[in-house]
Every structure is written in structure tokens, then in C-alpha cells.
């Protein structure tokens, strides 16, 4: 899958420049650059309480653990869809909390926001991470919430997601600039927590760092089953297990 994700490149690098570019341009309205006919729109009155999505689905009470590498040591994330909310720019959001830890050692904590409309497509909205570095420094870079210094809303799953739709997933210039493209539909991919079927396929880059790409495979029902980069040092991402609802 990485092979022909790869051979691919070119063309989707081409895109990345359109997208960016239109983003550029929409940075003083609530919009998700994509490359499909219409334009996804923030509207504060278009949202639903729940997060249904089949590729990222957030039901309270589900408990998502991952294992990979990253930073050249072994990680676990585990990923919990909370009950808690928070209101941005008049859209009640899912707070999803997501630790990652080395043996036990917090290395991250991060809590992200999100919001689905009545379309199907669930909007990032924004998070709040602080990396513990050594010696009792922490990193908050990479923190964001749409609505606050100029951030703009992004989207993190369309509801109908086709080859080659692209959507930017957040915006904040300097600290959260991805963009995602759908590369590939269909297909079994293997991972701890099992065979999982029927997968849909995103490559991400971001402005931050050129060059950079990384791959994520979602599962109807679960939402990310597999995280890697396809470029730079080793970093992946695995899901082991899926409890509560």
C-alpha cells in the first residue's frame, strides 16, 4: 500500500500546492479547503450532538490503545472518548483525550476537539497538548483552538470521502497547517487488534515541514486503525484494542 501511496507522489504534492494556496486565501472565513466541487463550510448551526461518522466514529466511553515507535523509542497512545465538552465558536465539541507514554513515562497529553455536521463530516476544532520533555520542561507548540489567534476550523473525515478529495485538517500559521488527500478505498489491513476490512486511506503533509508524509488507514466503525511515516525516521502507530461502546 506505501509502495503505491509513494509512486503517487508527484500528483499528490501538485495538489498540496492548490490546497495551500487556497488556504491562504481563506484564512479570514471558517472554510475547509477541498478539492471537490463544494467547498465545505463552517456554520455554527448546521451541527449534531453526536460523532457518527463510519470512518470516525466518537461514541462517550470508547477506548482506543495503540502501540508503535516514535522518536526512536517504543510508545503507547491510548486514545478516550470523554464526556466532557467544549464550546468553540458556538459548536459544542467531544473532548477526546489522548496519553501517550514510554514504559509507564508520560510523554504527551494532548485533549483534541470535535464536532460533526448534519452532512456527516466531522470537523477538528482544535487541541490542547503539552509534550514533558527532560528535566521537567514541557512543549505546548502545536496547541491551537479555531476561532482564537486567526485558527481556522478544519476537517478531520468527510462524510463522503472519494479518491482524490483533499480537505485541510487544521489551521493555525506556524503551528497547525495539515492538509490530508484520500488516496485509496478498499482493501484489508492487518494490524494487533486484528484483520480489519473495507479500509480507507489518507496521506498527510504539512507546510510546517516540506517534504514530510505520512500515512492513515481508518476502519468502518473504529475510525484509525494504522498510523506510519512514509518519510524520515521510523514512526508508527497500531491499534491493539477497541473497548466500550
Not at 9 to 36: D, E, F, S
Not at 56 to 81: A, E, M, S
Not at 170 to 199: C, F, H, M, N
Request: hydrophobic residues 40%; aromatic residues 6%; without cysteine.
Amino acid at each position: 500500500m506505501a509502495r503505491k501511496l509513494l509512486a503517487g507522489l508527484a500528483a499528490v504534492v501538485i495538489m498540496a500546492i492548490a490546497v495551500g494556496a487556497a488556504a491562504a486565501t481563506n484564512r479570514t472565513t471558517h472554510r475547509a479547503v477541498t478539492t471537490t466541487a463544494a467547498t465545505q463550510v463552517f456554520d455554527p448551526n448546521d451541527f449534531v450532538s453526536v460523532i457518527d461518522n463510519p470512518y470516525f466514529p466518537l461514541p462517550v466511553g470508547r477506548t482506543l490503545t495503540y502501540t508503535g515507535v516514535k522518536d526512536g523509542q517504543t510508545q503507547r497512545d491510548i486514545v478516550r472518548v470523554t464526556d466532557q465538552q467544549k464550546v468553540i465558536l458556538g459548536v459544542t465539541a467531544t473532548v477526546v483525550s489522548d496519553i501517550a507514554d514510554h514504559n509507564g513515562t508520560i510523554l504527551e497529553k494532548t485533549s483534541d476537539w470535535y464536532a460533526q455536521d448534519k452532512q456527516g463530516n466531522v470537523w477538528y476544532l482544535g487541541e490542547d497538548t503539552v509534550a514533558f520533555l527532560p528535566h521537567g520542561k514541557t512543549d505546548t507548540s502545536g496547541s491551537w483552538e479555531a476561532g482564537v489567534d486567526g485558527a481556522q476550523p478544519g476537517i478531520i473525515m468527510l462524510a463522503d470521502p472519494q479518491i482524490p478529495d483533499a480537505y485541510r485538517q487544521e489551521l493555525l500559521a506556524g503551528q497547525a497547517e495539515d492538509t490530508a488527500w484520500i488516496v485509496d478505498r478498499g482493501g484489508t489491513v492487518s494490524v494487533p487488534y486484528g484483520k480489519v476490512k473495507g479500509v480507507l486511506t489518507t496521506l498527510e503533509a504539512t507546510r510546517l515541514d516540506p517534504g514530510a508524509y505520512d500515512q492513515k488507514v481508518y476502519g468502518p466503525g473504529i475510525g484509525i486503525v494504522l498510523e506510519q511515516a512514509l518519510t524520515g525516521d521510523p514512526e508508527t502507530a497500531k491499534l491493539v484494542s477497541v473497548s466500550g461502546p
